[in-house]
């Protein structure tokens, strides 16, 4: 259909990025705009397109997602789609089978909680791959399962010390058992043939044609630069955006090396500088604080519990130095950078906000204007501390959620729960008690580690719980006090979401003068019972005018 035409979106619901408007109301749209939202008047000339009931709402912007790594990985061995250790394996001798000629077998995507204390061991890799190496990190990324070969070829051995930012999982012997947590993982992955561009920018494709059939027409992207020894997704933004072929707007976050201090930031202001083309902009610093809580590395302000509810005397990791943060955020701020933190555990949060409130302090301190400056936010906040909820709002910092980890699943309740105990388990994902609190929400998936699809988020927002026909674990809901109503988790991933790209102008909702950027999803949201809510489906995608899915 040409941008050109007029249109008239009529007969269904409108969520504008705030609130369901009235019934009967209608989106007029010309040259890729929003021209009029109001009542039903003659078409004039205008293309009617009948939403048959459903519900138009502005695309959906995922927060916080990595969809080239997650591209690459449906292009790899793909362990998504199984469940069990022994699914895994079926799905990793098949690719072997399949792919003879690879030198390493790559992929990942197992759930912890499929294994012995969220461990799995290198023997069951060779025993269906035992002559090459096998490299599969978690769903989650902060961990990776390998096989013998893998570890012979790193020189991993009994003997081999653990590194700084990570773990090498050991048995009593004292034998590397085939699990690497954290950085560790990097001792195999940088020897991981390069990804090439092409793979990348197909990656990047096959990617973003999924989003888009989820009603995504943004995103961020929270790892724009070299990780765990990948190649720098970069390269396949400016190429598809130079192109043409990247229809979704996007920023990127380029990545803090955390091993590095104040001399990066010259190198970042110049990939800001070059990170510029089409609808691709690189505009944000990633600062990944600490881990998660499944392996004991997210940063906890007490101890985790062993099996016996004593302390461990662990209490995770710090992977950029608390001392050292505030003047790194400070000098990010001071640039103009917005930073995108990783910020798991309830001392990561802490360390996070009081990094903000140092740039703060500067800022008015050096006679900055009075806006508080860049949109900082902090994403996952597993657990957060009763005292800083409040200071969100207080600092103007993004809360940063991911809706479909607030629920009980395994990986939840055998690998989480026994370890924080009963009082820090209830901090867990505190969405109304943040946005109760003044805090700014938007909202993300963080694809690959879990489903981007908004709208399964939006259930388990409102519900705390999703039901196994939408990937999820029957059972009751997870800290139901912490739900929200589904306008606010609509409004955190469209116009929450267009704020901290920087995009509210132009897009995140349904606005005269704003691109038309839609989902319609096929049933009308405003009066869907919530237990439902993850059963409706976007049924069209469009980009400032123009379909980009259409469902089939």
């Known amino acids: ?77 793909d362990l998504g789609p199984a469940t069990t250790a022994s699914g895994y394996l079926e799905l990793v001798a098949a690719y072997a089978r399949a792919h003879p000629d690879e030198e390493w077998i790559c ?24 002559d090459r190496p096998v490299f599969l990190p978690n769903r989650d990324g902060h961990g990776a399962w390998v096989n013998s070969r893998a570890l012979a070829l790193a020189g991993i051995d009994r003997l081999t010390p653990d590194p700084p930012d990570g773990r090498i999982e050991r048995d009593a012997a004292g034998e590397p058992i085939g699990m690497l947590q954290e950085g560790a993982a990097t001792l195999v ?11 990348w920018y197909q990656a990047l494709l096959t990617a973003q044609a999924h989003l888009l059939s989820l009603g995504i027409t943004g995103w961020q992207d929270a790892i724009i630069g070299r990780y765990d020894g990948a190649a720098d997704p970069m390269t396949a933004y400016l190429r598809a955006a130079q192109a043409g072929t990247l229809r979704a707007t996007v920023a990127g976050a380029l990545w803090w ?5 104040m001399e990066q930031i010259p190198e970042l202001l110049d990939r800001r500088r070059t990170g510029q083309a089409g609808n691709f902009h690189a505009t944000s610093v990633k600062m990944m604080l600490d881990g998660v809580a499944e392996n004991h590395t997210a940063a906890m302000l007490e101890p985790y519990l062993d099996h016996g509810g004593c302390s461990t005397g662990q209490a995770g990791l710090d992977f950029i130095d608390p001392g050292e943060l505030p003047s790194f955020v400070t000098a990010l701020d001071r640039e103009g950078f917005q930073v995108h933190f990783h910020a798991l555990g309830d001392r990561a949060v802490r360390n996070a906000l009081d990094a903000v409130a140092a740039a703060r302090r500067t800022r008015v301190a050096d006679g900055g204007p009075s806006s508080p400056g860049p949109q900082h936010h902090l994403a996952h906040l597993q657990v957060v501390h009763p005292d800083d909820i409040p200071r969100f709002a207080r600092l103007s910092a993004t809360a940063n959620i991911q809706p479909l980890w607030a629920t009980h699943e395994p990986q939840m309740d055998e690998l989480t729960i026994p370890f924080l105990g009963e009082r820090r388990a209830g901090w867990q994902y505190p969405f109304r008690s943040l946005q109760a609190a003044g805090a700014p929400l938007c909202a993300g998936s963080d694809w690959p580690v879990s489903s981007p699809n908004p709208l399964w988020g939006a259930h388990v927002a409102v519900n705390r719980s999703l039901p196994a026909l939408a990937g999820g674990h029957d059972g009751d809901p997870f800290l139901p006090g912490q739900a929200l109503t589904l306008t606010s988790v609509l409004a955190a991933y469209t116009s929450g979401s267009a704020r901290v790209n920087g995009l509210s102008a132009v897009t995140g909702w349904v606005r005269a003068g704003h691109n038309a950027d839609f989902a319609i999803v096929s049933t009308d949201l405003a009066h869907l019972p919530s237990q439902e809510i993850c059963q409706a489906s976007v049924s069209q995608t469009w980009i400032r005018g123009q379909v980009v899915y259409q469902q089939q």
């Open 1 to 77: 259909m040409p941008v050109s035409e007029e249109l008239v979106f009529h007969g269904g619901t409108v969520f504008d990025g705030s609130t369901f408007l009235p019934e009967g109301t209608c989106v007029r749209v010309a040259d890729g705009r929003i021209t009029e939202v109001g009542q039903a008047r003659p078409l004039g000339g205008a293309t009617p397109v009948d939403l048959t009931g459903g519900t138009l709402l502005p695309g959906f912007i995922d927060a916080h997602a990595h969809p080239v790594f997650a591209g690459d990985r449906l292009r790899r061995c």
């Open 189 to 199: 992955s940088r020897l991981l043939p390069e990804v090439t561009a092409e793979d």
């Open 257 to 261: 090396e955390r091993d590095r201090g």
């Open 107 to 130: 992929g990942g995507g197992w759930s912890m909680d499929a294994f012995p204390g969220g461990i799995p061991a290198r023997q069951a890799l060779d025993a269906v791959v035992p």
